[in-house]
């Protein structure tokens, strides 16, 4: 059996499944001051009374690392950096504690200025002696040479709590971004770790003892082991939960979109081929952009609770939430008045609706129903217009090769799917605006617990070789080999799905088939010195991407309206 | 210090062309931004608020034809990364017209400012002149009128000088090492542009081993005061990259930190590369160095790992020559010589002969060029030319703001060349109508 638990900003959901579909689910309100005991508080609600389960999995989403980071519950982090030419790298200073120590490698990983070891242990020294606990390590082009980050760390050996090695976290090339990130992930990993002890006990004190797993923001699972090494990995893991529910009820294999209209905004996720869209470089945390892999959001402002106003005889619709409908006795129209003025449904106190929606019309010289269909209109097409403009972004990204220039692939989406509140009802004018069939799954409010009790690891690597050099590296998997100078694109590519399966195997617990194990991106360059070919430049990019674990995919359907 | 925010908008169309080169060990190769590429990522240059990385568009054949007389058709003489390379110079200028970005700077390739007005084939690693297409798409979409093209490649851009040697609304002002020591063999400060276009080409060339203090002192001396009489709409920087000190194939010693000061100077609204050839020693921290300056942020850390400022300074004697050169170059652009001079002519013609060589595609090319001495405009333009490929061909072009007398000679010139058999391949561009036709026998 699987469990699946999302401590979400407002309820925390369970799931309990088999092979045979859900056995229970439940539902408590989140006690923000503890996370824990709405977790045990959701686990009480499933498994109380049930007896002895044999419970394999138990997957959490939580907003625990989130909220550290909004709420500023962050431990001081002593941040060691070097850089080398370029950008003056105190433009990405972060935290309290943060150093630059001279020492610098190139484009191509080589040292041009070795690390000021003297400098880095007085740093060190006075930082531990002001408390510091954890750290971060972060020397540019460290993905292609993680040498300094190395040398720091032999320097802080056993006298840190926790230190976060930039390369170990992304192979993707971005300092900045990886400076945040490894600052992030230290600063969190107190909390994070914590929680993880607590978590694993109160399981016990259930008589369980499953495989424990934290939800990622690209869907995807990894073991309480090595989210105690990349505890910021698990941030925004929510809305990847709710997606990853819906992919698995609704059985998506085409392009599609996925509005879900909440109360103030309405989150777009995008699906290619049925997966839905990840990015490298998306979440940013206090501004900073960080290297969290994440599917790809979007967030209109605009929900069944925002407020309708006429300003300077122009309708607009939120961004702004005054309160609840005026069907349900709140101080301004929204959406759902204007749906229970223009006969759409019936909804709480329809005269409330009609008379406001009348008020502001008439100051439009409109009817009642008439304005209440503009605003239905209006609300629909602002839906259309962002989902476009995203799409656009989207199939806009920039491509580095005539080939995949001339071969590009845009997403066009053939589908929507429609979850929230006012969905079924909007469903039709959604549709005629969009000129696209719409779906509306029922029962989707199980779909967070359910998404994150179905997920299963995800990984991406990025191999690197040099063959003048004769050096390969996969940094996120730690490796780091010494290659013949006749090392090919193929021989990268059977070696980076090997690495990466075989990691998949002993961190996460997880046997990846080869084809599972898929590559993204390769590609191959001659490198070239006055007129005669060196060596060759090879990048194999390979991902395990999210999915479903197979003796659980489609075993909890929806009725899938098409409307 | 905090995260930075650039002070101007900053457009990057930044297309590699990872699978295209001209040959495997070319100079012009595929691995030739892959360094830049690393560098800007790594630098996470396109998350700095500001800037931002944007896909080329594509050039149509139409854009290329506008420019270009291509013989024996335009297809021929180009490939699709030509296409895309061209359009990422029009997206460049179109999202600096359209207000999208105050600046914009198209780190393509491959490039293109030895294609001059007539192509037979590649010269320099040159098919189509980028600069020269965007320019005209600008000024036959955007309404662009008066365009100053500022080229700091090493090497000088005969192609570019060529296509706007006749027109008084470019402004085109190439630095470059001196032409008795490097390909093209041209760019003399006596080449001053045609009898209606004195002084509208300025050719400063500069002796092996000029360094930073020598461009810097070319900026400030001429380039920033030319630019300041002549009120350009527009500001395009040819940005080769190859006067650096490492560069393999030129022997000048410019660096990372003297471009990125040369852009400050010079304040481009848009940005083309052309060469430079250092790919790893250079590129990276040169290209990385325009983006900063260009975006008007701080770029006193981008140095290159070997740079010593102390053993790059410039001799006395270099000082002195730039001194020289400089005020000549001043003097055609205030006082240029008259053309009645030095210029050739025969029936109302102005008469030009040239030899080209296309040292990429292996082809000698014998043209006669004629230009309309007209007084009511800059003139109808003909050109007859024969390669060693292909023979006997005509090329006639009404140009931008042509007389109504010019373009009636055109049309006329064009029927009659179709009528005799002359000629096996006849273009003709209309830039009062925007057409353009071919004819071949």
């Known amino acids: ?563 | 210090m905090s995260v930075q925010r650039a002070v101007n908008t900053l457009g990057v169309v930044f297309f590699p062309a990872f699978d295209w080169a001209i040959s495997p060990t070319h100079p012009e190769r595929q691995e030739r931004l892959l360094y830049t590429m690393d560098q800007l990522k790594e630098e996470g240059v396109f998350d700095i608020p500001g800037i931002t990385e944007h896909k080329p568009d594509v050039a149509s054949m139409e854009d290329i034809r506008r420019v270009h007389f291509s013989f024996p058709d335009t297809g021929s003489n180009l490939t699709s990364s030509h296409l895309i390379s061209a359009g990422g110079a029009i997206k460049a200028g179109t999202m600096v017209l359209q207000g999208q970005e105050d600046k914009a700077f198209a780190l393509v390739r491959p490039p293109g400012h030895h294609a001059m007005k007539v192509v037979h084939g590649g010269r320099g690693f040159c098919n189509i002149n980028i600069e020269a297409i965007m320019v005209e798409y600008l000024r036959e979409f955007h309404g662009v009128g008066r365009v100053a093209i500022v080229d700091t490649d090493c090497h000088h851009g005969d192609g570019t000088q060529d296509i706007y040697w006749h027109d008084p609304e470019t402004l085109y002002i190439s630095l470059h090492q001196d032409g008795r020591t490097l390909f093209p063999g041209s760019g003399f400060p006596g080449e001053i542009g045609g009898p209606k276009a004195r002084g509208r080409t300025l050719n400063i060339p500069l002796p092996p081993n000029t360094s930073d203090e020598g461009f810097l002192a070319v900026m400030d001396n001429v380039v920033v005061p030319v630019l300041e009489h002549f009120k350009p709409d527009v500001i395009v920087n040819s940005a080769g990259q190859d006067n650096h000190f490492t560069d393999p194939i030129t022997n000048m010693r410019f660096s990372a930190q003297g471009y990125a000061a040369l852009n400050t100077k010079l304040n481009p609204d848009i940005a083309v590369l052309e060469g430079g050839y250092s790919i790893q020693g250079a590129l990276p921290y040169v290209n990385l160095g325009i983006v900063l300056a260009m975006a008007g942020l701080d770029y006193s850390f981008v140095r290159e790992p070997d740079y010593d400022p102390e053993s790059l300074r410039q001799e006395q004697r270099i000082n002195d020559y730039v001194k020289r050169v400089s005020e000549v170059v001043l003097k055609n652009y205030f006082t240029p010589p008259s053309s009645e001079v030095s210029q050739d002519k025969q029936d109302g013609y102005y008469v030009r002969s040239k030899e080209v060589f296309y040292d990429t595609s292996f082809i000698t090319e014998r043209q006669r060029e004629f230009v309309l001495d007209c007084t009511n405009c800059r003139g109808l333009l003909v050109i007859e030319t024969s390669s060693s490929k292909i023979r006997n061909c005509l090329a006639i072009e009404v140009p931008r703001g042509a007389c109504q007398s010019c373009a009636r000679e055109g049309e006329r010139k064009f029927a009659e060349a179709k009528d005799s058999d002359r000629y096996s391949n006849i273009q003709y561009i209309n830039r009062l109508e925007g057409t353009t036709q071919r004819h071949r026998t």
């Open chain 1, 1 to 563: 059996m699987l469990l699946g638990i999302d401590v979400g900003g407002t309820h925390t959901d369970a799931v309990l499944l088999d092979t045979n579909g859900l056995v229970d689910s439940a539902k408590v309100v989140t006690n923000h001051d503890d996370l824990l005991s709405s977790v045990r508080a959701a686990l009480e609600a499933i498994l109380t009374d049930r007896g002895q389960i044999d419970l394999e999995r138990f997957n959490l989403s939580t907003t625990l690392c989130t909220n550290a980071i909004i709420q500023n519950e962050l431990s001081d982090v002593g941040v060691l950096v070097s850089a080398g030419p370029g950008i003056d790298p105190n433009f990405f200073r972060i935290g309290q504690h943060y150093s630059v120590i001279p020492g610098g490698l190139d484009h191509r990983g080589t040292e041009i200025q070795s690390l000021d070891l003297d400098r880095a242990r007085q740093t060190v020294d006075d930082w531990l002696g002001k408390d510091v606990r954890v750290f971060a390590a972060i020397n540019k082009f460290s993905p292609r040479n993680p040498s300094h980050e190395k040398q720091m760390a032999e320097l802080l050996d056993g006298r840190a709590d926790f230190l976060t090695l930039g390369h170990t976290l992304s192979g993707q090339l971005n300092f900045p971004r990886r400076i945040a990130t490894a600052y992030y992930n230290s600063a969190v990993w107190p909390i994070f770790n914590g929680f993880a002890n607590s978590v694993h006990q109160c399981v016990q004190e259930f008589g369980l003892s499953p495989q424990l797993n934290i939800l990622k923001a690209d869907g995807g699972t990894m073991p309480f082991e090595q989210a105690r090494q990349t505890p910021v990995e698990s941030i925004f893991s929510g809305p990847a939960a709710s997606i990853m529910g819906i992919t698995s009820m609704c059985d998506i294999h085409e392009d599609a979109l996925l509005l879900d209209i909440g109360g103030t905004t309405t989150d777009v996720a995008v699906f290619a081929d049925g997966d839905p869209l990840i990015e490298a470089e998306s979440i940013e945390l206090e501004h900073r952009p960080t290297l969290v892999r994440a599917m790809k959001t979007k967030s209109i402002g605009l929900g069944g609770d925002s407020c309708i106003t006429v300003q300077e005889g122009q309708l607009s619709i939120g961004p702004k939430r005054l309160g609840a409908c005026l069907a349900q006795g709140g101080p301004a129209p929204t959406l759902v008045d204007a749906l229970n003025s223009a006969k759409c449904f019936a909804y709480g106190d329809i005269e409330a609706s009609d008379k406001g929606m009348q008020e502001l019309g008439g100051s439009l010289e409109m009817s009642c129903e008439g304005f209440s269909w503009q605003v239905i209109q209006s609300f629909c097409r602002r839906i259309k217009e962002d989902a476009q403009a995203m799409l656009r972004e989207i199939n806009e990204r920039p491509v580095y090769t005539v080939h995949e220039f001339l071969e590009y692939r845009k997403v066009a989406p053939k589908r929507l799917y429609l979850m929230g509140g006012p969905a079924e009802v909007l469903a039709p004018y959604i549709s005629q605006e969009f000129g696209l069939p719409v779906v509306v799954p029922d029962n989707y409010a199980v779909a967070n617990a359910l998404g994150a009790a179905i997920a299963r690891p995800t990984q991406q690597a990025e191999l690197f070789a040099d063959t003048e050099k004769r050096t390969m590296s996969i940094p996120v998997l730690g490796v780091f080999q010494d290659i013949s100078s006749r090392y090919s694109l193929e021989q990268a590519k059977t070696d980076v799905k090997n690495h990466l399966r075989q990691a998949m195997a002993d961190r996460f617990h997880m046997e990846v088939t080869e084809q599972e194990a898929e590559i993204i991106e390769e590609s191959e360059m001659s490198m070239v010195k006055d007129i005669y070919s060196v060596g060759k430049d090879i990048r194999v990019k390979c991902q395990v991407k999210p999915g479903i674990s197979p003796e659980y995919e489609g075993v909890v359907k929806c009725l899938c309206k098409e409307l």
